[in-house]
């Protein structure tokens, strides 16, 4: 008498073994696609905030080249001036060495040519001081956009090692895809309150 149905349990065992990692490779899959999608999105904003500065830093470089140019053209008029009030004085000088008396004209010149280089002064360095604030605040911006420029750089290569674990079902992978997409979303923060 038969014992009972003969069942060959080491093949459903490995059916059930195949099953159970087709699902879970299934799983693990759509976490690597939710995690790059996320990553991607970060990376976009992180871009677009890294075009965004040098962009401004740019405006406000070309800015304090402006003002500079502005700057020197003020100081060219400063020794404009005074180069009008040495010829002045020695004007001046030369009536004074002929023992006459100068023209009181000669001497209120060159007062006023003192007078003109004072105020042309004060212009000249409000104008180099506008200049440092720009290009101070765009070295800042500068700055700024290179730590958003490696948020990107590390984000994307997050991406590409999800692209490399979701081939290779490689779970190790995708967590080292985790890891440098993590530290590329801190720098990004970093960046953004820096």
Same mark, same amino acid.
């Given at each position: 008498?038969?014992?009972?149905? +003969? *069942?060959?349990?080491?093949?459903?065992?490995?059916?059930?073994?195949?099953?159970? !990692?087709?699902?879970?490779?299934?799983?693990?899959l759509?976490?690597?696609?939710?995690?790059?999608?996320?990553?991607?999105?970060?990376?976009? *904003?992180?871009?677009?905030?890294?075009?965004?500065?040098?962009?401004?830093?740019?405006?406000?470089?070309? !800015?304090a080249?402006?003002?500079?140019? !502005?700057?020197?053209?003020?100081?060219? #008029? #400063?020794?404009? $001036?005074?180069?009008?009030?040495? *010829?002045?004085?020695?004007?001046?000088?030369?009536?004074?060495?002929?023992? $006459?008396?100068?023209?009181?004209?000669?001497?209120?010149?060159?007062?006023? #040519?003192?007078?003109?280089?004072?105020?042309?002064?004060?212009a000249?360095? !409000?104008?180099e001081?506008?200049? +440092?604030?720009?290009?101070?605040?765009?070295? =800042?911006?500068? =700055?700024?956009? =290179?730590? %958003?420029?490696?948020?990107?750089?590390?984000?994307?290569?997050?991406?590409?090692?999800?692209?490399?674990?979701?081939?290779? =079902?490689?779970k190790?992978?995708?967590?080292?895809?985790?890891?440098?997409?993590?530290?590329?979303?801190?720098? %990004?923060?970093?960046?953004? %309150?820096?």
């Amino acid at each position: 008498m038969p014992e009972g149905p +003969d *069942v060959d349990t080491d093949q459903l065992r490995e059916t059930i073994k195949e099953e159970i !990692e087709r699902d879970q490779g299934g799983r693990l899959l759509k976490q690597i696609a939710l995690s790059t999608a996320i990553l991607a999105a970060c990376a976009a *904003v992180a871009s677009l905030q890294a075009g965004a500065t040098v962009n401004h830093a740019l405006v406000l470089k070309t !800015e304090a080249t402006r003002l500079q140019a !502005e700057a020197s053209d003020q100081w060219a #008029y #400063y020794q404009a $001036k005074g180069v009008k009030a040495a *010829v002045q004085e020695a004007s001046r000088a030369a009536w004074l060495a002929s023992g $006459k008396q100068p023209p009181a004209t000669l001497e209120r010149e060159g007062r006023r #040519y003192a007078a003109e280089q004072a105020e042309i002064k004060k212009a000249a360095e !409000e104008k180099e001081r506008q200049r +440092d604030e720009r290009s101070l605040e765009a070295d =800042h911006l500068l =700055h700024q956009h =290179h730590g %958003f420029a490696h948020a990107v750089a590390l984000m994307q290569v997050a991406i590409a090692l999800g692209a490399v674990a979701a081939l290779t =079902h490689t779970k190790r992978v995708w967590l080292g895809s985790m890891l440098v997409g993590l530290a590329g979303v801190a720098l %990004f923060i970093v960046a953004v %309150f820096r």
